[in-house]
């Protein structure tokens, strides 16, 4: 079976069913058809840019420039994390936090499986590498950009209990316990929800993309079972990572509860 290929007037068709939800916004109030039209602008741009640096890299196939390619993935991926952020905290923590918690986390379960499941020839193949980590990224970034968020505000909300846990001679991870479990948990859910939904009430995206490339059924469920295993791995590295060095910059060496690291909420 030949994958199918689609025109720019198929993809024109496509688009106009966008175009009937910016007038069913207009026609609504919901005051939402500029974003939706912003938002699809910047995803054609963004999209077509990428296929153009991807056949670049594709036929470079350098390890250097799939390497830069992925930390310039890591950076935005970084700044989407702030950009979500009820309370920050202040100076490079605000952006250093979540960035350095999925450089770490998303290169580690991107290597382990370039490494000893998918072994491409050379393992850095950027055919392989950056699609993997492009699918693990952006599942760790949703995740993160929820730990932090949710660690952060609710320190805020309960620190009252927080600082009397420390008054009464607790230590830092026991006074911070509910809130750090809350992170974890918050951080966790779209990927646990994700697994649970999938296969019965969707099917996923790559899943779909290799069944429409004409890949048998069952090698394709093999794929996005791996997809989602490493994407629950780097989400659960990433969340944890996160919250405790979250967790840890909110207080000091005397054990003392310091919320005027973070900056003024921006509600």
Known sequence: MNFIILSPVDIAIAATLLILNAALSIFLRLRLEKQ???????????????????KTLFNLDSALFTSLTA????????????????????????????????????TLVTVFALTTQVRPDPWYEARIALPLLGMILGNTMTGVALGIDRLL?????E????????ALGHPRAEAFGNVIREAMRTGMIPTVNS?????LVSIPGMM?????????????????LLIMFLIAGGTGFGVLAAVLVGAGRLTDQRHRLRLDRLRASSD
């Open 36 to 54: 939706m039209l912003v938002a699809a602008a910047r995803m054609v741009v963004q999209l077509l840019l990428m296929g153009l640096v991807l």
């Open 71 to 106: 930390l310039f993935m890591m950076l935005f991926a970084g700044r989407e994390v702030m950009a979500r952020q009820k309370r920050r905290l202040k100076g490079w923590w605000s952006y250093g936090l979540g960035t350095s918690s999925m450089v770490f986390s998303c």
């Open 153 to 157: 505000t609710g320190a805020a909300a």
């Open 208 to 224: 779909t993309g290799q069944i429409l490339a004409g890949v048998a059924p069952m090698e394709a469920v093999k794929y996005q």
């Open 195 to 199: 697994m649970s939904a999938i296969g």
């Open 159 to 166: 620190r009252s209990a927080i600082e009397a846990r420390l």
